[in-house]
């Protein structure tokens, strides 16, 4: 058995296509507002992809350059201006923040309307209860995309989620759980760690160590979702050995040009719904 690419690049490209439509038939634009702390220089790389994306459909980006001594007080200033900012739709603060700064204190800040990254605890709350009014965090959206493009069904379905961060293994198993998955959430402390995921139907890999999961975690034909982005001296690796999981699974996402372009996709998307309920209310 060879797997299936799950190609997040092309079908990220279809949804931006497809919204880029929309776009075009509203009588204004959608507006998002990216803040970016410090010079860290992956954070600066992924906000110009932010930019490059919402120029592509349509999108208004204005970009905040803050400098990295900037005290909690100034940013929550600049937070309320946007919060109360009729032309603002969505707010994105670029994470990781310096660590002088809360990111806790920081996201709640944004009206959770605004929140187009859905980590505000309302959202939060939204998620667990099934709400659709809730902004869904964007790459466990983007993964849940991925899955349905070849899996329509996922009741009855096993999915192991290998991490626990409130930004991917949470909400995901939260949106996994509320599509009638049994879901197991395993973690650094977790025994008898390939065990577990031999029985995974669906195996969503968030470690942050390069090549982790090997062919002895994989149940032959699961589906594998690769939420790794690990910089080595080879280049940019998974969580998962691909070399080996290709030969197992059914379906495996690449590093890259898997998850990383759907996670964007997903936030052109809740910038595009946040503009629609502004303007509905």
Known sequence: ????????????????????????????????????VGNDPASEIYVRSKEKACNEVGIKVHTYK????????????????????HDVNGILVQLPLPKHLSPQEILTRIKPEKDVDGFHPLNTGLVLQKQPSAFIPCTPKGILRLIHSVKGDLSGLNA???GRSHIVGLPVSHLLLNENCTVTIAHSKTKNLPDICQKADILIASVGKPEFITKDYIKPGA??????????????KGDVKYGEAIEKASYITPVPGGVGPMTIAMLLENTYEAFLKQNRS
């Open 66 to 85: 803050l400098a990295a001594d900037i005290s909690a007080a100034e940013l929550n200033e600049l937070i309320d201006l946007l919060n109360n900012s």
């Open 223 to 236: 589906i594998i979702i690769d939420v790794g982005i690990n910089r080595t001296q080879e280049g940019l």
């Open 1 to 36: 058995m060879t797997a299936q690419i799950l190609n997040g690049k092309q079908l990220a490209q279809q949804i931006r296509t497809e919204l880029k439509q929309k776009i075009s038939l509203t009588q204004a634009s959608p507006s998002l507002s990216v803040i970016i």
């Open 160 to 162: 192991v989620v290998i």
